[in-house]
């Protein structure tokens, strides 16, 4: 979407200067019904300038809602692929996203969950059969006994081989899992750039808009103010760059600095 | 002691139950918003509560706000473990009266600490 200067045109105002010569011209001479005549002819000028900027604005805002698809504000899901909304498809991929990471997540931990006991069972076993084997080697154990250290002993070989299958498996698996690296990284790609295209857009259209108020004289500042203030004690959920920021903390030492340092 | 673990991603919950877990606490219980966690607080004997911040329906702050403002319930062990790392908002939880605050991502022994220290002090 094209958008030209945020100053009225140059002809526009080389026009509202001769008026003005004209009128100071008029007005020094007594003639005041050519004065009025001339007053008119530089409102005329000025809304015909408002007129076209507000088409411009009007056009741009259209332009804008080909590009989202969006229909008269309202997304119907279920259209053919290519009239498909695109706030809808970004909405739609971040939510894959999340469904995606999720049950990598799930599906690690019950990697882990399944590997945990597995190993650790082989460890305790372990250190029984070192008791067991430091009595041998003390000379401390009965034939009885050895015969049961002897098959115990067979049996570990025998379960550690499989376990350590299974634990080799699970970790290959785990790895497996965090492919949803790849498949969310691109499809944040895509969302990034219709954030970006939607950006661009809507500051065109804020170019325009200020156009449209420089002429007819509004100030917009008022209304950022109190923007500022609600922002500050809400949520921003986790820092993306914390160290740039002076109102943030970085780690958890930082906290507990913080907090001891008010007394809590 | 019987723990409610409140956060809206379940990922987040099976974590913090699973290091729970191994501190030895095995009496676990979770709900996903503040708002199905004040009901069971309310009827439960619950003894220590471990909450998230950010969540759709009721947040974490006014969780802490609510307990705290229920006679049975105002001197509930809370601790919050939560994305948020703004120094106003940390403050705000201190002065609502959570009894220890970690951030995300956290490590285990941090957990254990911040435990340890809320139940030494009880």
């Known amino acids: 979407m094209e958008t030209q200067l945020s100053t009225p045109q140059p002809d526009m105002i080389e026009e509202l200067r001769q008026c003005a010569a004209a009128l100071t011209e008029k007005l020094q001479g007594d003639q005041y019904e050519e004065a009025s005549a001339l007053i008119e002819k530089v409102m005329v000028c000025r809304d015909q300038h408002i007129f076209q900027s507000i088409g411009k604005l009007t056009r741009g805002l259209h332009d804008a809602m080909l590009n989202f698809n969006v229909d008269g504000g309202v997304c119907a899901p279920s259209d053919a692929a290519s009239d498909e909304c695109e706030f809808n498809d970004a909405s739609n991929r971040l939510n894959y996203v999340i469904e995606l990471t999720q049950n990598a997540a799930e599906k690690t931990m019950d990697m882990v969950e399944e590997a945990a006991p597995i190993s650790l069972s082989l460890g305790q076993e372990a250190a029984v059969l070192k008791t067991e084997w430091l009595r041998l080697r003390q000379r401390e154990m009965t034939p009885e006994e050895f015969r049961v250290f002897h098959t115990r002993l067979d049996d570990f070989f025998d379960v550690t081989s499989t376990s350590t299958l299974k634990l080799n498996e699970n970790l290959q698996n785990i790895i497996l899992e965090q492919g949803f690296q790849d498949l969310t990284g691109q499809v944040l790609k895509r969302v990034i750039s219709l954030v970006s295209e939607v950006e661009g857009n809507l500051v065109s259209l804020m170019r325009i808009a200020g156009q449209v108020e420089s002429i007819v004289g509004i100030n917009p500042e008022e209304v950022k103010a109190s923007a500022n203030d609600e922002r500050d004690i809400k949520g921003e959920g986790p820092q993306v760059k914390a160290e740039e920021r002076e109102d943030v903390v970085n780690s958890q030492d930082e906290v507990d600095d913080l907090l001891s340092s008010l007394g809590f | ?122």
Not at chain 2, 12 to 36: H, P, S, V, Y
């Open chain 2, 1 to 122: 002691m019987k723990i409610l673990i409140v956060d809206d991603f379940s990922t987040m919950r099976r974590i913090i139950k699973n290091l729970l877990r191994d501190l030895g606490f095995t009496n676990t219980q979770e709900a996903d918003d503040g708002l199905t966690a004040l009901p069971m607080l309310k009827s439960g004997d619950f003894d220590f509560l471990v909450t998230d911040w950010n969540m759709p329906g009721m947040t974490g702050i006014e969780l802490l706000k609510e307990v705290r403002a229920d006679d049975r319930l105002a001197s509930l062990p809370t601790l919050m473990v939560t994305a948020e790392a703004k120094k106003d908002q940390i403050v705000e939880a201190a002065q609502a009266g959570v009894n220890g605050y970690v951030v995300k991502p956290f490590t285990a022994q941090a957990l254990k600490d911040k435990i340890e220290k809320i139940f030494d002090r009880v």
